[in-house]
């Protein structure tokens, strides 16, 4: 069975950094797709970015602005979303999901339980 | 990108069946064919309902049915349970290789 386990939420102030590790079990994340998605209480589901089973990643621009790195490490089998320059609209609970994993291109079908973060001064 | 439109919510009777619309362009729902439904009940993780506009995953109950017409994806609840009530998100691949999301339809049951 797949499980990912978020991690590394918490209460930030605004320009303030924080990184959300998501370790895998059941899963070789550098053979699947995996993204980050969050949900804010306004604005619902927003997709954050992906990293390919290359390596290579994706980012929605129109939302970070180029202030979140997605990352992986294949040695801890661990992905990771480094948030730099936070603002209050970047509260929300951020998931790790896979990508087209066991139900198709760009579905996403295995998802963690959830990290919460909060900016606010 | 915009996000996908969808209604802020739809209502139904037991046992009655509903649609969801989720409207999108040419350049995601209309464009491809990989349009995903997700149900997400408040604090928990997000469901994957429905994958590539009409499929279901193993275990999904075979009253949610998904298709497509031009860039409008949609979603059918039928005999509609009280376990439905919930948050509905249709998600879209894009021609700018990201996945949008449509704002949500709070789907209630009377």
């Known amino acids: 069975e797949v499980q990912l386990v978020e991690s590394g939420g918490g209460l930030v102030k605004p320009g303030e950094s924080l990184r959300l590790s998501c370790a895998a079990s059941?899963?070789?994340?550098?053979?699947?797709?995996m993204s980050w998605v969050r949900q804010t209480p306004g604005k619902g589901l927003e997709w954050v970015g992906r990293?390919?089973?290359?390596?290579?990643?994706?980012?929605?621009d129109a939302l970070v602005k180029g202030r979140f790195t997605i990352s992986r490490d294949d040695s801890k089998n661990t992905l990771y979303l480094q948030m730099n320059n936070l603002k209050s609209e970047d509260s929300a609970v951020y998931y790790c999901?896979?990508?087209?994993f066991g139900y198709g291109y760009h579905a996403m079908d295995v998802w963690g339980q959830g990290t919460t973060v909060t900016v606010s001064s | 990108q915009s996000a996908l439109t969808q209604p802020a919510s739809v209502s139904g009777s037991r046992g009655q069946s509903i649609t969801l619309s989720c409207t999108g362009t040419?350049?995601?729902?209309?464009?491809?064919?990989?349009v995903s439904w997700y149900q997400h009940h408040p604090g928990e993780a997000p469901k994957l309902i429905i994958y590539h506009i009409t499929n279901r995953p193993s275990g999904v109950s075979n009253r949610f049915s998904g298709s497509k017409f031009g860039n409008t994806a949609s979603l059918t609840i039928s005999g509609l349970q009280a376990e439905d009530e919930a948050d509905y998100y249709c998600?879209?691949?894009?021609?700018?290789?990201?996945?949008?999301f449509g704002g949500g339809t709070r789907v209630t049951v009377l």
């Open positions: 998600g879209s691949y894009s021609s700018s290789s990201i996945l949008l």
């Open positions: 059941g899963l070789t994340l550098n053979t699947a797709w």
């Open positions: 999901t896979t990508e087209g």
């Open positions: 040419n350049s995601d729902v209309g464009g491809f064919d990989y």
């Open positions: 990293v390919k089973s290359t390596g290579g990643t994706t980012d929605n």
